[in-house]
């Protein structure tokens, strides 16, 4: 693919609805001059404002050429297990630096695009543990038991994850620092519709959410599936490609690991040829109780 070539796929990506003909990003004004090099003027009398194809994104200011970035772009979308930094170094040819803030980036912007999406359908409800792990001591006397509080590294944290039934059903993950109660009716409440049925198992975290939506509980004591209607188990096959990329991201600040999680649904998905519906948050920018920030930048 050209330069060219991979220039005009990010025009029709930035601005799909038009076609690729570039708008405004100030006062949404349709059609604009060219400027050369690239860049744009708006045609609007009182608005008159430069831009260019990446203006007000995460690649705006970029020094990367398109093509570079649609490879990064692609190679992290094909990744099972996800890309890490050091390899995205050699096969791009870039720095180490580039190739770690690169996959921040595009996982900033789906954080920012997920933040308004709404499940619905039926909803599997799950939750997860990962990271954290406890090195024992090479003598069998001296190992200690890694289940008890005291001798927790207190870096293990919670994933939980919200996927619709069915083929093409999107994924909303979010590290959160447990599964909590609170944590679920947040998710629940602001990202599915009232009418989508959940399904869920007998953690106590979501006895409360009956008040918002219809549940179906699956008591794992008893069965793997307890109904026919009762699984959980694409919210299970989701957690099992976090498995499969945890080694690949250790190196992942706990507040990304949120949208780190969107990695392994988006590749997961683009195998089933719908990549672009599944989704990711940064738990960090949705609820008040766990930290401060919200994502900052606009979508790619
Ligand atoms: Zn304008």
């Known amino acids: 693919m050209s330069e060219d070539q991979a220039y005009a796929w990010f025009k029709l990506a930035r ?12 006062c949404g004004c349709i059609g604009a001059y060219e400027r050369g090099n690239r860049r744009f003027r708006c045609k609007e009398k009182v608005c008159e404002v430069e831009f260019s194809v990446t203006s007000g994104t995460v690649l705006a200011s970029r020094k990367l050429s398109f093509r570079t970035l649609l490879m990064a772009i692609a190679l992290s979308v094909l990744s099972v297990k996800g890309k890490a930094a050091c390899q995205l170094k050699r096969e791009l ?24 999406l709404k499940l619905d359908g039926i909803v599997e409800m ?11 001591k090479n003598r069998k006397e001296n190992r200690v038991d890694g ?5 927790r590294t207190g870096k293990r944290e919670a994933v939980l994850a919200m996927r619709e039934r069915g083929q093409g059903g999107r994924t909303l993950s979010a590290a959160v620092p447990e599964e909590r109660a609170d944590v679920a009716w947040h998710l629940t409440k602001n990202h599915v519709e009232r009418g989508a049925g959940l399904r869920a198992d007998q953690h106590p975290s979501y006895d409360e959410l009956c008040g918002l939506n219809e549940i179906v509980r699956n008591n794992h004591a008893r069965a793997y599936v307890e109904a026919a209607d009762a699984s ?20 992942t600040p706990p507040t990304w690991r949120g949208a780190r999680t969107g990695g392994a649904p988006r590749s997961m998905s683009r195998r089933n040829r719908c990549w672009r519906r599944h989704s990711t948050i940064r738990s960090a920018a949705t609820w008040p109780d766990t930290g401060s920030g919200t994502a900052s930048g606009a979508p790619l």
Not at 126 to 136: F, I, K, S, V, W
Not at 232 to 251: D, K, M, V, W
Request: net charge positive.
């Open 232 to 251: 959980t188990n694409q919210a299970e096959s989701h957690f099992s490609r976090l498995r499969r990329a945890e080694n690949t991201s250790t190196g």
């Open 126 to 136: 799950d939750g997860m543990y990962l990271g954290g792990h406890l090195r024992q």
């Open 93 to 116: 040819a870039v720095d180490y630096k580039t190739a770690f803030v690169l996959p921040h980036k595009m996982r900033e912007s789906i954080a920012v695009l997920r933040r308004d």
């Open 15 to 26: 601005w799909a609805s038009t076609g690729g003909e570039p708008t405004c990003p100030q």
């Open 147 to 151: 289940r008890l509080a005291e001798n």
